[in-house]
Each structure stands twice: as C-alpha cells, then as structure tokens.
C-alpha cells in the first residue's frame, strides 16, 4: 500500500540533544511538508522540499533542520536551538494540490 | 494577513442531530480550501477540496459548501463514528502546494 510512514510515532528529548524524526513516502510525489500541530492550534509550516537536494523555510523553521538527497525521504532535525519542541510533528506531501498526511510523531522533553 | 478561523471550537451532537461546522476566511486570492478529518494521535485524513463560490462536494454523511468569505461543513444524521475534530485550511495564490493555512480546528462530539 502507498503512504506516508513516519517513525518513531512516540520520541523524547534530552536537554540539548539534537534529535531526528523520519519520513518516507512510496507515493513518487516530488513535494515534501514538515507541519507542527501544538494542543488548541492550527497546523504550522516548518520547512518543504518540491524537488530533490532543494527546500525552503516555511513560517517557523527556526530551531529546526532538513535535508531531501532521497525522493522519498524528508527527515527533520529538532535541533538544541528549538527551546519549546513538544508537539505532534506531521509529514505530509501532495498530489494536485492534495496534501497527504503521515501519522505523525509525538515529541516531547524529558 | 491570510486566516482561517473555524466555529464552534467544540460540538456535542446526539445520534442523528444534524448540524454544521463553519470555517471562515481571509486570503489573499483563494487557490483552494481544503476540509480534513483528524482521529486523536493520527494525521489529518483528506476530506474535500473546493475551488470557487457556489461549489459543493458530498461524501456519505458530510457536505461541504463555499461562498465567497466561507466554507460549511454540513453532518446530516451523523453516527458515532464521526466523531473527531474537523480541519478547515485554505491555499492562497502565490504559494506552493502543499503550503497551507490552517484553522484550530472543531472537535465534534457524536453520542448515541
């Protein structure tokens, strides 16, 4: 079956640790999404990949890092410099203008 | 400053008790919204997508509708197993795809 598969679903946090949460798609979409989902708040756009070894910022990239070399892998970093990182990390991606969702990754701090 | 603001922010039907979500819209040219279904700990499920005013789409128990500043989400006889908090998000013109705005959220409550 095609989808998205995001791993770990639950992950933990040590004071400045550097920590990464995967993503792949078996969809053969080109665009990639990191979205960050905090209780009471809308969906936020953290970072996007449209093709291949390029990605751009979304409204809070701060604190966090990407790198796209694989179609379809789209980890994200949530590096020491994020000091509020608990959240529901979703990946998603699209397909005319669809976005599909991954099941997510619970983040929290120790 | 583009924004989508969804009302009520919780609903608690009975079995049966239609009713409907609103998911109102402020954006710089309109390119899509979008309406999601999201279960606790999961990801959002694709529901609709509408393009222009007057456009309607249908899925077993949901209707979705657009106007020119609104989008309802109409839940006729709904089932238990609607419960789960609904998400409105809007594309505007001049973004990439994928890069949406998204409301808070209903969270809608079916009891039997």
Redesign the interface.
């Known amino acids: 079956d095609g989808g998205?598969t995001?791993s770990p679903k639950y992950l933990f946090r040590k004071e400045g640790q550097n920590v990464t949460l995967s993503c792949e798609q078996n969809l053969n979409h080109d665009?990639?999404?990191w979205y960050r989902q905090d209780p009471?708040?809308?969906?936020?756009?953290i970072y996007?990949s449209?093709i291949v070894n390029d990605f751009?910022k979304?409204d809070i990239a701060e604190g966090y890092s990407v790198s796209r070399e694989k179609k379809e892998s789209f980890p994200l970093t949530v590096t020491s410099a994020q000091k509020n990182p608990t959240a529901f990390y979703?990946c998603?991606?699209?397909d005319r203008?669809?976005?599909?969702?991954?099941?997510?990754t619970?983040l929290s701090v120790l | 400053e583009d924004q989508?603001t969804q009302s009520p922010e919780a609903l608690r039907l009975q079995e049966g008790e239609s009713s409907s979500l609103n998911c109102s819209y402020t954006v710089s040219g309109l390119?899509?919204l979008?309406w999601?279904r999201q279960d606790p700990?999961?990801?959002?499920?694709?529901l609709f997508?509408l393009y222009s005013a007057g456009e309607e789409k249908e899925k077993e128990r949901l209707k979705a509708t657009l106007t020119k500043k609104e989008s309802f989400l109409h839940i006729t006889a709904p089932k238990p197993e609607d419960s789960a908090t609904y998400?409105c998000?809007v594309?505007a013109r001049g973004g990439?795809?994928?890069?949406?705005?998204?409301?808070?959220?209903t969270k809608l409550s079916v009891k039997p």
């Open positions: 998205i995001q665009a990639m999404y009471g708040q809308g969906l936020r756009l996007y449209q751009q979304g979703l998603a991606s699209t203008g669809k976005l599909f969702f991954g099941s997510g619970q | 989508v390119r899509g979008f999601y700990g999961k990801g959002p499920e694709f997508t998400l998000a594309q990439s795809q994928g890069n949406l705005i998204f409301g808070k959220g």
